[in-house]
């Protein structure tokens, strides 16, 4: 029932920064836990972040804790990744995620098949 497209990707050169966003429709963001992956050419999804349904945690794959934040507006039903310092490696199509999470559970996702929709990606490119 959840409908996820993200906006915010383009080129960029190195050091530079990003906003991405989520936009959800046809759902309450607050049910939800959320996550951002990406997927760079011939390379498997990898986890970036994630947010519990409260927003209260937030989850980092560890060489991007510090460069990239993620945070939500349950009001907007958006969901956001700001990355600065951008590196080269960045370059990847990023995905935001959802997971339906019961009131009563809090807890951050790290792995792509714990979430139940996904948003069709958006390209961030970093020039060197």
């Known amino acids: 029932q959840v409908q996820l497209v993200e906006s915010g990707g383009g080129l960029v050169q190195a050091g530079g920064s990003l906003r991405l966003s989520c936009a959800a429709s046809?759902?309450?963001?607050?049910?939800?836990?959320m996550g951002w992956f990406r997927q760079a050419p011939g390379k498997e999804r990898e986890f970036v972040a994630a947010i519990s349904r409260s927003g209260s945690s937030t989850y980092y794959e560890g060489s991007l804790k510090g460069r990239f934040t993620i945070s939500g507006d349950n009001a907007k039903n958006t969901m956001f990744l700001q990355m600065n310092s951008l590196k080269p490696e960045d370059t990847a199509v990023y995905y935001c995620?959802?997971?339906?999470?019961?009131?009563?559970?809090?807890?951050?996702?790290?792995?792509?098949?714990?979430?139940?929709?996904w948003g069709q990606g958006s390209q961030v490119t970093v020039s060197s």
């Open positions: 995620a959802a997971k339906s999470a019961d009131y009563r559970y809090n807890s951050v996702y790290t792995r792509e098949g714990q979430y139940d929709y």
């Open positions: 046809g759902g309450t963001s607050s049910r939800y836990a």
